[in-house]
């Protein structure tokens, strides 16, 4: 959700980007619950729903595959078990009540040592999720911190460890480079060509021997497809579900898979994939809805093709860098195109205008500091996430509200 950041720097409130599919979609029969189980022999899906977890099977003619991803710890234990991801709705209350914790707790830590963990904040990942978690992250702790009277701006410590070179690869080095001076003017260290290797409650470590007091790490640097998918009895690649022109499961005729857990052949581009991008996926989903209602009435199907616009990204404080049709945009006109393609894109209009609406309040008065949601203390909203693909969305709404 690229909204994710604004929620968790305080920019957004946290219901009004998500919308619940039972208004969304009159017409259809919403069943919440965890994928247990695809049986594309017999044309059934187990699934668990409620508190009781009781198994329910749901047989079809049709099944769109929209399972999507997860976040990649790379087997690494201390990053599942201590890392904050940045993927749901969830993950971003959770990042915005950890960061309010800590200052919280450094305002009356004595012990300077501990002090410094508390408010050095590592994120992993230079590419689009990392970028604009890290300068959001950035802008909220330092209009945050004049409400703590005993911190100062010297104390902060707001790091990026990338991998590569050049942060935003995606948007050429001419754009990643003006990122990079941005975020280092505004107080960001941005390490290059390293990674984190692992991490303790209170120190992350670098693959180059750097080791860093800090007790957070937001961990953006990159996904895996849906681990149910490998357990399919169709061809994969990389984890994906491989998909022919008409985003069909070869083999398996009633079986169409679309999103991040999908291999989406680009028929103008022989040999390549179309990347798993938000716009992507919503393309996929029109087309596999118009080839099932032509598959039912014994129409032609429709190829996939889809050439990409363009990318944005929103780099903190009114300042954005975007490459749409070849062309490349920085500072505030690049922003002001963030925010204005993303509320288009946004469902519902009363959701856009709770959006706008809120926008304008953040260019009025400053961030809201209440820590209202500790999802640390609350029940586990890991075990309750669905993998269904939009499904979740709504589950993590009902949720929400529930808190």
């Known amino acids: 959700t690229p909204m994710l950041h604004e929620i968790a720097a305080s920019d957004l409130e946290i219901t009004n980007i998500v919308n619940p599919l039972r208004k969304l979609l009159r017409r259809v029969e919403v069943l919440v619950g965890d994928v247990k189980q695809i049986d594309l022999s017999n044309k059934r899906v187990l699934i668990s729903r409620g508190y009781r977890n009781d198994s329910q099977q749901v047989d079809y003619d049709h099944l769109v595959i929209a399972l999507g991803s997860i976040t990649n710890f790379h ?176 083999d398996w005729p009633d079986v169409w898979a679309v999103g991040d857990c999908a291999f989406v052949p680009d028929i103008r581009n022989p040999g390549k994939c179309h990347p798993p991008t938000a716009q992507h996926a919503m393309r996929e989903g029109r087309v596999v809805a118009q080839n099932i209602a032509a598959a039912l009435s014994g129409r032609p199907l429709k190829s996939f093709s889809f050439k990409t616009i363009g990318l944005l990204a929103s780099i903190g404080r009114r300042t954005g860098v975007a490459r749409v049709f070849g062309f490349n945009f920085s500072g505030f006109f690049a922003w002001w195109m963030w925010r204005t393609v993303y509320l288009s894109k946004l469902p519902g209009l009363d959701k856009k205008i709770r959006v706008a609406f809120d926008w304008t309040l953040d260019l009025l008065f400053p961030k809201d500091v209440c820590a209202v949601y500790d999802l640390d203390q609350s029940r586990d909203f890991e075990k309750d996430k669905i993998q269904l693909g939009a499904v979740e969305v709504f589950e993590a709404c009902a949720q929400v509200e529930r808190v």
């Open 75 to 250: 087997n690494v234990t201390a990053f599942s078990e201590l890392a904050l991801a940045m993927k749901s709705l969830p993950d971003a209350i959770r990042l915005r009540a950890h960061v309010l914790r800590h200052l919280e707790d450094a305002n009356s830590e004595s012990n300077s040592i501990d002090r410094q963990s508390l408010l050095t904040f590592v994120v992993a990942g230079g590419g689009f999720a990392g970028v604009e978690t890290v300068a959001a992250l950035n802008d909220f702790v330092r209009e945050a911190l004049p409400f703590y009277p005993n911190l100062c701006e010297e104390m902060l410590r707001v790091m990026l460890v990338h991998s590569g070179s050049v942060i935003l690869p995606e948007l050429g080095e001419s754009l990643g480079r003006y990122t990079q001076k941005v975020l280092a003017r505004r107080g960001v260290e941005v390490r290059f060509n390293t990674r984190v290797k692992s991490m303790t409650e209170n120190s992350v470590f670098l693959v180059d021997g750097v080791a860093i007091p800090s007790r957070t790490l937001v961990w953006t640097a990159g996904t895996v497809p849906n681990p149910l998918i490998l357990s399919l009895p169709c061809a994969n690649e990389r984890g994906r579900i491989r998909v022919n022109q008409f985003l069909q499961v070869p």
